[in-house]
């Protein structure tokens, strides 16, 4: 491969950008658009938040369509075909891919659906390229063997040296800015902002265009001609190498400790090393083939047998991963995490299985494979998205009719809450718990809401009913003086993922029975479920109210000590009396290891407590009170957690 550095005066420059606008002239243009675009956002502080989610999605799917762009480009420019011509067709077949992808990208942008949706598509069509010009060869099962290795190493080795070039853009000029910055003490408020338009300058901008000169031509896909990169052969030579070696003997290792212990037989970490190992591997193994056709050397002896004993290898490694994975799926069904285990786990043995039985071993099988596998699971109904949350869903509606809380018929569905916590198996209980949790998680409780229809829409409008009441100014954002003076009116922010399904589990009692407890020395969490019930505070009959916080930081007279359990009153003359309260404690405790989570129901957290002739009522806001009552004079564990208590009470005479 040529010195990508050299060359670089005025004349060649213009001949470079020449070739690279009438060579990918699409491509120049969204990266010019791309830069325009996140120049507007560090321009404008949008209030409008549809405007800003707008101009992401077009953000990330016209990165999308750039890799796109220029994949059509090289594909053509393979064919035997007019090259004009038919660019045209396949980027207008761009612009399509474009719009679709922008309809199907929903607005919210921070789902995890959206995400692992855009960076799938990233993934398959950056990958693409690594094969674009030899789609026709794979279809036809030719040998192109050599000169597929060549371009395969001259378009990593673009990927990795523009990614150098855009750090050193970023990081040298945003140095010089800093320095002038600094030295002339420049006091401009949206000073700060340069840093920002010379960042993605480089990175959205002249990066790619560089990136795009150094391309492999027409020419060069079927050019033998073998440029050496020094410092790639170093890195395969002297650290992939010997560091997959070192790796091979850490999991061999390994599995000979899980076969002569079958109860611990094996973890799931297993699952995910293999996999990362073994991709590395395959890595290691395309740029390895120069030592194959260049093995004159008898000192890369090493590096061939490598070559010759890996498919071999992975099998073993590839049964202890599919065991794993097995257990999991059996016990708990899929994830996305298990699906791209199993995924990667059956590309890896399609790979190995060619390599071992097949006689050309062809390098473009590795890639080309491996994005026909990411296009599959990134496509419904079998997406990485799609299918798991299906059989999460699916599974959770079983242990709803094993629980006898879910009855379903042809033309209706009722939800029948249990009365009590004990009235289903602990085990039954937990897995229920643990799919609403992952499936409300998994998509903002869209699924949860259509299977617990009445718990979540009282929910929905008690939420809505406490925020409007408790935001004195939300009717003030609807009005004409608001509106003229070119506000936008804030969204109500809704209920939390969190929210429903403490709601939900909380409703048809079923828990996690995971506590809250570590250990003897940790602080337990209690929280007022219906907090803003609280307010205002039904006063009526009594004397006064007192905020109670631990620690005391007023001059009440009354205070609370939760070391002790004490509620603590100062009398005249400085004498001070403890009342004992440590049955309310004890009460916490418990409510709180009998709930599926630290939140409490408001009526559960008022005590009465007699004294003297007084008649006080306490109401909790919050507490975190330590897991076992602690003796006064125990200030190591004092000194390690710093405990606090928010509780009202209420002063009567008897």
Same mark, same amino acid.
């Given at each position: 491969?040529?010195?990508?550095?050299?060359?670089?005066?005025?004349?060649?420059?213009?001949?470079?950008?020449?070739?690279?606008?009438?060579?990918?002239?699409?491509?120049?243009?969204?990266?010019? /658009?791309?830069?325009?675009?996140?120049?507007?956002?560090?321009?404008?502080?949008?209030?409008?938040?549809?405007?800003?989610?707008?101009?992401?999605?077009?953000?990330?799917?016209?990165?999308? $369509?750039?890799?796109?762009?220029?994949?059509?480009?090289?594909?053509?420019?393979?064919?035997? $075909?007019?090259?004009?011509? &038919?660019?045209?067709?396949?980027?207008?077949?761009?612009?399509?891919?474009?719009?679709?992808?922008?309809?199907?990208?929903?607005?919210?942008?921070?789902?995890?659906?959206?995400?692992?949706?855009?960076?799938?598509?990233?993934?398959?069509?950056?990958?693409?390229?690594?094969?674009?010009?030899?789609?026709?060869?794979?279809?036809?099962?030719?040998?192109?063997?050599?000169?597929?290795?060549?371009? +395969?190493?001259?378009?990593?080795?673009?990927?990795?040296?523009? +990614?150098?070039?855009?750090?050193?853009?970023?990081?040298?000029?945003?140095?010089?800015?800093?320095?002038?910055? !600094?030295?002339?003490?420049?006091?401009?408020?949206?000073?700060?902002?340069?840093?920002?338009?010379?960042?993605?300058?480089?990175?959205?901008?002249?990066?790619?265009?560089?990136?795009?000169?150094?391309?492999?031509?027409?020419?060069?896909?079927?050019?033998?001609?073998?440029?050496?990169?020094?410092?790639?052969?170093?890195?395969?030579?002297?650290?992939?190498?010997?560091?997959?070696?070192?790796?091979?003997?850490?999991?061999?290792?390994? @599995?000979?400790?899980?076969?002569?212990?079958? &109860?611990?037989?094996?973890?799931?970490?297993? @699952?995910?090393?293999?996999?990362?190992?073994?991709?590395?591997?395959?890595?290691?193994?395309?740029?390895?083939?120069?030592?194959?056709?260049?093995?004159?050397?008898?000192?890369?002896?090493?590096?061939?047998?490598?070559?010759?004993?890996?498919?071999?290898?992975?099998?073993?490694?590839?049964?202890?991963?599919?065991?794993?994975?097995?257990?999991?799926?059996?016990?708990?069904?899929?994830?996305?995490?298990?699906?791209?285990?199993?995924?990667?786990?059956?590309?890896?043995? /399609?790979?190995?299985?060619?390599?071992?039985?097949?006689?050309? #071993?062809?390098?473009?099988?590795?890639?080309?494979?491996?994005?026909?596998?990411?296009?599959?699971?990134?496509?419904?109904?079998?997406?990485?998205?799609?299918?798991?949350?299906?059989?999460?869903?699916?599974?959770?509606?079983?242990?709803?009719?094993?629980?006898?809380?879910?009855?379903?018929?042809?033309?209706?569905?009722?939800?029948?809450?249990?009365?009590?916590?004990?009235?289903?198996?602990?085990?039954?209980?937990?897995?229920?718990?643990?799919?609403?949790?992952?499936?409300?998680?998994?998509?903002?409780?869209?699924?949860?809401?259509?299977?617990?229809?009445?718990? !979540?829409?009282?929910?929905?409008?008690?939420? +809505?009913?406490?925020?409007?009441?408790?935001?004195?100014?939300?009717?003030?954002?609807?009005?004409?003086?608001?509106?003229?003076?070119? &506000?936008?009116?804030?969204?109500?922010?809704?209920?939390?993922?969190?929210?429903?399904?403490?709601?939900?589990?909380?409703?048809?009692?079923?828990?996690?029975?995971?506590?809250?407890?570590?250990?003897?020395?940790?602080?337990?969490?209690?929280?007022?479920?219906?907090? !803003?019930?609280?307010?205002?505070?039904?006063?009526?009959?009594?004397?006064?109210?007192?905020?109670?916080?631990?620690?005391?930081?007023?001059?009440?007279?009354? @205070?609370?000590?939760?070391?002790?359990?004490?509620?603590?009153?100062?009398?005249?003359?400085?004498?001070?009396?403890?009342?004992?309260?440590?049955?309310?404690?004890?009460?916490?405790?418990?409510?709180?290891?009998?709930?599926?989570?630290?939140?409490?129901?408001?009526?559960?957290?008022?005590?009465?407590?007699?004294?003297?002739?007084?008649?006080? #009522?306490?109401?909790?806001?919050?507490?975190?009170?330590?897991?076992?009552?602690?003796?006064?004079?125990?200030?190591?564990?004092?000194?390690?957690?710093?405990?606090?208590?928010?509780?009202?009470?209420?002063?009567?005479?008897?």
């Amino acid at each position: 491969m040529k010195n990508i550095f050299s060359g670089f005066n005025k004349e060649e420059l213009q001949k470079k950008i020449q070739v690279i606008i009438s060579r990918f002239p699409f491509a120049v243009v969204y990266s010019t /658009v791309l830069t325009i675009l996140f120049f507007v956002l560090i321009y404008n502080s949008f209030e409008n938040q549809i405007l800003i989610e707008r101009i992401m999605r077009v953000i990330f799917t016209w990165i999308i $369509t750039f890799f796109l762009s220029v994949w059509a480009t090289l594909f053509v420019e393979s064919q035997d $075909t007019k090259y004009n011509h &038919w660019d045209i067709i396949s980027q207008v077949g761009v612009l399509i891919f474009w719009a679709l992808f922008y309809y199907f990208l929903s607005a919210d942008l921070e789902s995890m659906n959206n995400i692992i949706f855009f960076v799938l598509t990233l993934f398959w069509v950056t990958s693409f390229l690594f094969f674009a010009p030899y789609i026709n060869n794979i279809i036809e099962n030719s040998q192109i063997q050599e000169e597929y290795y060549i371009y +395969f190493y001259s378009v990593s080795v673009v990927f990795f040296i523009s +990614f150098i070039v855009w750090w050193a853009l970023a990081l040298l000029w945003n140095g010089a800015i800093l320095a002038v910055d !600094t030295l002339f003490d420049i006091n401009n408020s949206g000073y700060s902002d340069t840093y920002w338009y010379w960042t993605v300058l480089s990175l959205v901008f002249f990066t790619p265009l560089f990136w795009l000169t150094q391309l492999p031509t027409r020419d060069q896909f079927y050019d033998n001609n073998f440029n050496e990169n020094v410092f790639f052969t170093f890195l395969v030579r002297f650290i992939a190498i010997p560091f997959i070696y070192v790796y091979f003997i850490i999991l061999y290792a390994y @599995s000979i400790k899980v076969l002569l212990n079958f &109860w611990d037989w094996p973890k799931w970490e297993i @699952s995910w090393m293999v996999i990362l190992f073994s991709i590395f591997w395959y890595i290691t193994y395309i740029f390895s083939y120069f030592f194959e056709f260049n093995n004159k050397q008898t000192n890369y002896s090493f590096i061939l047998t490598f070559r010759r004993l890996f498919p071999f290898v992975v099998i073993p490694q590839l049964a202890m991963l599919f065991y794993a994975i097995w257990l999991r799926i059996w016990q708990y069904d899929l994830t996305i995490n298990r699906y791209f285990v199993f995924v990667f786990g059956i590309w890896l043995l /399609v790979i190995s299985l060619y390599y071992i039985i097949s006689r050309k #071993k062809s390098l473009v099988f590795i890639p080309a494979i491996l994005t026909l596998f990411i296009v599959i699971i990134s496509l419904w109904p079998w997406s990485v998205y799609d299918l798991p949350l299906t059989r999460q869903i699916s599974r959770l509606e079983n242990n709803l009719r094993d629980a006898r809380i879910l009855t379903d018929s042809i033309e209706w569905r009722r939800i029948t809450p249990l009365e009590n916590y004990a009235d289903i198996d602990e085990n039954l209980s937990k897995q229920i718990y643990d799919g609403i949790e992952y499936t409300c998680n998994f998509d903002n409780c869209a699924k949860i809401k259509k299977l617990f229809p009445e718990i !979540t829409q009282k929910l929905d409008a008690k939420d +809505f009913k406490d925020y409007t009441e408790n935001n004195w100014n939300y009717e003030y954002y609807g009005s004409k003086d608001f509106i003229n003076n070119g &506000w936008e009116k804030p969204r109500y922010p809704g209920v939390s993922n969190w929210e429903y399904i403490s709601k939900i589990t909380d409703s048809i009692k079923v828990k996690s029975y995971i506590t809250w407890i570590v250990d003897t020395n940790t602080l337990i969490n209690i929280y007022r479920n219906d907090y !803003t019930d609280i307010f205002p505070i039904d006063v009526r009959g009594y004397e006064s109210i007192v905020n109670l916080w631990f620690p005391n930081t007023s001059k009440n007279n009354i @205070s609370i000590d939760i070391y002790s359990e004490s509620l603590i009153i100062s009398q005249n003359w400085g004498e001070e009396e403890s009342i004992d309260i440590s049955s309310i404690f004890s009460s916490l405790r418990e409510l709180q290891l009998n709930t599926s989570n630290c939140w409490i129901d408001g009526d559960k957290l008022s005590f009465e407590i007699q004294w003297k002739t007084k008649t006080f #009522k306490l109401l909790i806001w919050s507490a975190n009170i330590p897991y076992e009552k602690w003796a006064i004079n125990n200030t190591t564990q004092r000194d390690r957690l710093y405990g606090n208590i928010d509780w009202y009470i209420l002063i009567k005479n008897k």
